[in-house]
């Protein structure tokens, strides 16, 4: 007889998981055991792991027969996120020169294009 793993297992597992990345993250950024550079790359590996965990534990990706319409959707969420954050990114750098006085933007200009 084949058993079936618990639902309710699979839910506990990935809460404890994701509780243990949470609190590594946490005592990272609160212990200043490293410097600020390599602290944000291990903060976004722990989020990366985190993000695995819940796709696995919570959303059941790739756990059925046939998984290719959820995985479909799913990279059109990635896409989407990525969109979102590079285009926020770009806006907020272009904000420092929305930001200037008239005065300072004639200076911009003058220095950028030269006239």
Not at 7 to 29: D, I, K, R
Not at 36 to 63: D, K, R, S, T
Not at 96 to 112: A, C, E, G, K, R
């Amino acid at each position: 007889m084949k058993r079936t793993p618990s639902p309710l297992a699979a839910y506990v597992t990935g809460f404890g998981l994701s509780l243990v990345l949470t609190l590594a993250a946490y005592l990272l950024v609160t212990g200043r055991l490293f410097s600020n550079q390599v602290l944000i790359y291990l903060i976004a590996a722990l989020a990366l792991i985190q993000f695995g965990v819940q796709m696995v534990f919570f959303l059941h990706l790739g756990q059925e027969s046939r998984p290719r319409w959820k995985l479909l959707v799913m990279g059109f969420m990635v896409m989407v996120v990525v969109i979102l954050v590079v285009g926020s990114i770009w806006i907020m750098n272009n904000l420092s020169y929305h930001s200037l006085s008239p005065s300072q933007v004639n200076t911009y200009i003058h220095n950028q294009d030269g006239l």
